[in-house]
């Protein structure tokens, strides 16, 4: 059983950076697909990026790509979401996800509780 525990999000003016983290605890890394999603109010939860398991290469969605870096630390267990240039629209609760040696789009088996991102205009 894989847990999942958000953290790094926060109130940051339109332009401006944060960083997420997601740390991982109770299996092993390596064999998992991490992923980043996010659900603004009244809208539907969206995939954002992942970084897939064993080679770890990463995969983006349009939206975000160019502007946001997902990357993992393997000794550690956490794969983090470095956001830049952020925009109002990118406000969410940005939930980290994993899946077994899943493909990017999923299937996600373990869900954080999510960490709220504001960007204000």
């Known amino acids: 059983q894989l847990q999942l525990v958000e953290s790094g999000g926060g109130l940051v003016q339109a332009g401006g950076s944060l960083r997420l983290s997601c740390a991982t605890s109770g299996s092993p890394f390596s064999r998992y697909t991490v992923g980043w999603f996010r659900q603004a109010p009244g809208k539907e939860r969206e995939f954002v990026a992942a970084v897939g398991y064993g080679a770890g290469i990463p995969f983006y969605a349009d939206s975000v790509k160019g502007r946001f870096t997902i990357s993992r630390d393997s000794p550690k267990s956490t794969v983090y979401l470095q956001m830049n240039s952020l925009r109002p629209e990118d406000t969410a609760v940005y939930y980290c996800?994993?899946?077994?040696?899943?493909?990017?789009?999923?299937?996600?088996?373990?869900w954080g509780r999510g960490t709220q991102v504001t960007v204000s205009s």
């Open positions: 996800a994993a899946g077994w040696r899943s493909a990017y789009r999923g299937p996600y088996s373990y």
